[in-house]
């Protein structure tokens, strides 16, 4: 009986204990109190004009912030974003990378490899905030283009003639300039294609083909895009004699419904899949029956590598 009752009393005395433990807990709760880092969108410099200015929005589309508190990673933040940092108070080093969607589609984000970085020293106060404005450009080191397109890129249609070729097999044959405000995305002009019942493909490729990195450097297609109907891109692939062409087609983006879209391609794999060859950039379309017409619009287009 006395071995029941010591047995009883180390277990609520064990009770007890925890009981006063958990109250403690809820009376001091953990003493770890972040400072906030405040980003509410990144802007983008345009550092191809001189003097730099600040691009129109939509012209970059700079999803996510990944953010390095003293060189340490700390998160990958879709803005806008209100950041918790638990690294304590005082000086800091801030540094941002901006954040794009590759492909538009499959939703993988990354660090686009062509963008600079925004660095700041901030005096962080725990429980406050310090928001910043985050200002980037395109990095001049990392920026490469093809020396066939010397002069060429970045092509934003706002000078006479373009880059572009319409190919033997396109139903269309013009390739046009509109100035229409209703149609121009960025400046005074856009590159128009139009597709109808009669002439219902339409094809046009780089006028030069493209010597471009195939050791796995960072290799991508930029461009602002609007289209009535699915838009395909792709390369043609000519080897080094041109005695052959290989079509890879890369991807194909969606009717944007009247809506200007952004996209970043990467077309690293793609052309590291070849030796000894140069590349023409294509977009092919095809009439949708249930329009009138069907346009086909892009503006500031770019093939980079690093």
Known sequence: MKQILRSITYFLSVI???IA???CEIINPSEDIPFYLRIDSISFMDST????????PGVHQI???????DGIYIGTFELPANIPVFSGAGQRKITVSPGILVSAQNGERRIYPFFTNYSTNINAELGKTDTLAVKISYDPISVKFPSEAVGQLPEEFEGVGTLFRTTINSDVDTILRTDDPALVFDGNFSMLMEIDATKDFMEFETEKAYSLPNNSRPVYLEVNYRTDVNLNIGLYVINNNGSEVTETSVITMLATNNEWKKL???LTSAVSSFTNSKYRVYFKAVHDSGNASSKVLIDNFRVMYK
């Open 63 to 69: 999803k996510d912030a990944w953010i390095y508190v």
């Open 21 to 23: 433990l958990s109250s």
């Open 264 to 266: 970043y391609l990467n």
């Open 49 to 56: 004009k001189i003097p730099a200015i600040a691009t129109k």
């Open 16 to 18: 007890s204990i925890f």
